[in-house]
């Protein structure tokens, strides 16, 4: 629904929910209405462009367009006579159910009422036969399907369980609810001519087909637009929290090593034009000048970007995470540019300041002071979420729903904030991977990954690897611990994990906020003092409130249906799914401390801690 100029908005929501939470093809409770949120050809202009290269390359890729901007969401103009702004919305859903019922009775907790097209409606309001006036509200059952395509259920359909005469009869449709608990059971429709009534729970079983095919329907996109699909009709709760997953992705802007490779390369490169192989740099780096040159670098990064001048090659595209630890890790004391407007900035904080027996296996500990965190909207799914792999890129074999009808432009917002990136020794990581315990742990998790793609299939995920599973499980411990301190809540601090073979291993915990409550300094400081928060990360690893249920939990179990965590549960390892890169997957507790169950695959070992 669009506004009239000059109007007030029917509704407001933050830039950075629109993004998050409320893309197109999201549904939206407004004060008066229920209504699907439009696709950028509805949104009027008026959002600031963000620069990202980095990002906006990657993404014009995945889409297959030649050329893409990252604009905010429109904001609602202070001056009156400005034009207007915002995003439209479509009324969604057409049906809704009048709040008296029919019949009542103290003795009985069961109660019917009428179910109304938009169409039978009057201002808002529904004209009985008595010629009295309802109020309605917007039934909460819509019918979607797993590429995002939404309508509404044809009641008359799904009553008479095929085609009838009663939707050109005009006959009164009824939604009976007989107990009070809600349950699909209890929810029965029920058609006036009194041939037809069904349960609501025929139409949540798949296998029935009770709600048909889906047809295609992509309302977000405007009225009529519809592509073809072969999927079955699923029910959705509109308000359910399986009803929209935004797919999105998200980098940090870092000071391009890249570049700073290739400066260094070209102020000695009169010296290593000639080279060809990794020794003769080796020998040439023996020079001042190229030494000096050359500081900061390790001679793979040198040797990669010589081998590719002589050449004439193009440098293959970095994937998200990739590019970010290659940056975090090669770092010196001091990285990026300490302004009050600068993108990011970073520092290396002395061995001396966090040197305990259980932080061995750390090789550096980096501070993040400034940190600029860039997160555009690609598209969306519904039921089950399409999250980015282990390297931080999108899946590309995942049918997401479009945002418009051509893509030129993406919704973003940019996050400020703070972070501390720990940086694990490769070789410790390689030790612990080779002990024997640990890779028969690894395959009961691998087991548990096979049972849960067996039950989604035509899924892309992959298993993410051992590294993957304690270093996601340890960032969860330590959110939990620096979040008592810090002065930020547990769902604003967010996770990046770097589990990537060959390259290296860390954790990264940052804030990012659109305004300056990202870097209040909460997270800097905890930093200083890091080992102490690993040691209660620790501590609180070791025992669960469900325990020994959880430390004994068996990730194949069919009966538990926890076919992706190992030791872990809400009472010690699941955190806010706004913290979480992979919605509180992929988690084992037991490879981080020792529990009750005793099963010796910790990282980090009892005596350390």
């Known amino acids: 629904m669009s506004r009239k100029p000059g109007a007030k908005p029917q509704g407001e929501i933050r830039q950075s929910q629109v993004v998050m939470t409320f893309g197109p093809g999201a549904m939206v409770d407004l004060p008066n209405y229920s209504v699907l949120v439009a696709g950028l050809d509805f949104w009027s202009k008026g959002g600031d462009e963000i620069i990202e290269p980095r990002l906006t390359d990657k993404l014009a890729r995945l889409l297959d367009v030649p050329s893409l901007r990252l604009i905010t969401p429109p904001t609602e103009q202070e001056d009156p006579t400005a034009p207007s702004t915002g995003i439209d919305c479509f009324q969604f859903p057409e049906w809704f159910i009048t709040q008296n019922t029919e019949s009542s009775t103290a003795a009985s907790s069961s109660r019917s009422r009428m179910l109304v097209h938009r169409k039978a409606l009057t201002r808002g309001k529904f004209i009985d036969r008595d010629r009295k006036k309802q109020a309605v509200v917007p039934i909460r059952f819509v019918r979607a399907c797993r590429y995002g395509h939404i309508g509404d259920i044809n009641w008359y359909r799904f009553v008479h369980e095929g085609d009838n005469d009663c939707a050109a009869n005009h006959r009164q449709l009824w939604i009976d609810e007989r107990g009070t608990s809600g349950d699909l059971t209890e929810v029965w429709i029920r058609c006036e001519c009194g041939k037809a009534k069904r349960s609501m729970a025929q139409a949540a079983r798949i296998q029935d087909r009770a709600l048909g095919h889906c047809d295609g329907s992509r309302p977000w996109l405007g009225p009529f637009t519809k592509e073809h699909c072969t999927e079955p009709n699923r029910l959705l709760i509109r308000t359910a929290s399986n009803a929209y997953f935004p797919q999105r992705l998200a980098v940090i802007s870092l000071p391009d090593r890249d570049q700073t490779v290739k400066q260094a390369i070209d102020a000695a490169w009169e010296y290593l034009e000639a080279v060809e192989t990794l020794e003769e740099l080796q020998y040439e780096r023996k020079k001042a000048k190229v030494k000096a040159a050359l500081d900061g670098l390790t001679d793979q990064e040198a040797f990669a970007e010589i081998d590719l001048r002589r050449k004439g ?128 742990r690894g395959r009961r998790l691998d087991a548990g990954f096979d049972r849960w793609r067996e039950e989604h299939q035509g899924t892309h995920r992959e298993f993410p690897g051992m590294p993957y599973f304690m270093l996601h499980s340890f960032s969860h411990l330590l959110i939990m611990s620096v979040a008592l301190e810090c002065g930020y809540p547990a769902s604003s601090i967010r996770e990046r994990i770097y589990a990537l073979p060959g390259i290296g291993y860390g954790v990264l915990l940052y804030t990012g906020t659109s305004d300056s409550e990202g870097t209040l300094g909460g997270l800097i400081q905890v930093g200083r003092r890091i080992h102490e928060h690993i040691h209660s990360a620790l501590e609180l690893g070791e025992l669960c409130s469900n325990d020994p249920v959880c430390a004994q939990h068996e990730p194949a179990s069919a009966h538990e249906h926890r076919f992706l965590h190992g030791a872990a549960c809400h009472g010690c390892l699941l955190i806010a799914e706004t913290s979480c890169e992979q919605q509180n997957d992929f988690l084992d507790r037991a490879l981080v401390a020792p529990t009750v169950d005793n099963l010796g695959v910790e990282f980090f070992e009892a005596s350390e801690a």
């Open 313 to 440: 090659g193009i440098k293959e595209d970095k994937k998200v995470k990739v590019a970010e630890l290659e940056t975090l890790i090669a770092s010196k004391e001091e990285l990026g540019d300490d302004r009050p407007n600068g993108n990011f900035f970073a520092r290396t904080l002395p061995r001396t300041a966090w040197e305990s027996p259980w932080m061995k296996d750390i090789e550096r500990v980096v501070l993040v002071h400034r940190l600029r965190e860039v997160v555009a909207q690609v598209g969306f799914t519904r039921f089950e979420a399409a999250a980015p792999d282990i390297e931080g890129e999108l899946e590309m074999g995942v049918r997401r729903a479009n945002l418009a009808r051509e893509v030129s432009w993406l919704p973003a917002v940019e996050n400020k904030g703070e972070g501390v990136f720990l940086h694990f020794k490769t070789e410790a990581i390689d030790r612990w991977m080779s002990r024997e315990d640990v890779q028969t």
